[in-house]
């Protein structure tokens, strides 16, 4: 049985942790396949670290690692220096961490906010299942300008064309 890593922050204004689970858990081979380990941190900087834990003492396969970093300009350097620690993770690891941010200011409707937190976790989390049980289910939409979080792009031209 494979393990799926969800690790949030107390930090963000949505629990985009608990909709990232209940995406996964209506994944098909939920409970047969993998099962889902939850972790919670106080802030995105500390979002590396869990997410290193679940991979190593959880053998989980894949993470999602979500947070919410705010509108301040700090807000921004300390989510660039989050990043950076999840990339290394992911190097120190040999394993993927999605990394899903939702910035405080990428909306000022807070209904509108809570869309995208809610849309981008799930769309990740389910990212999450295809890449490790269908990933040719991504190369599907390669270049389709698929979006987690508001409507998609869509391709620049058609394939093949």
Not at 101 to 109: L, N, P, S
Request: one cysteine or more.
């Amino acid at each position: 049985m494979h393990r799926i890593g969800v690790v949030d922050t107390m930090f963000a204004r949505y629990d985009m942790g608990a909709e990232a689970v209940d995406e996964l858990e209506h994944c098909p081979g939920y409970a047969k396949r993998f099962d889902v380990v939850r972790r919670t941190v106080p802030g995105f900087k500390d979002l590396a670290v869990a997410a290193k834990r679940l991979i190593e003492e959880q053998s989980c396969k894949i993470v999602v690692a979500l947070g919410m970093p705010g509108g301040a300009p700090i807000d921004k350097t300390c989510a660039h220096e989050a990043s950076m620690g999840i990339m290394q993770a992911q190097l120190m690891t040999n394993t993927p961490i999605l990394e899903v941010f939702v910035h405080e200011d990428e909306e000022d409707d807070p209904v509108r906010l809570a869309e995208v937190c809610r849309d981008r976790a799930r769309k990740h989390a389910h990212n999450a299942y295809w890449m490790l049980y269908e990933p040719d289910q991504l190369t599907a939409r390669a270049g389709q300008g698929i979006r987690q979080g508001y409507s998609d792009a869509g391709p620049l031209v058609p394939s093949g064309g």
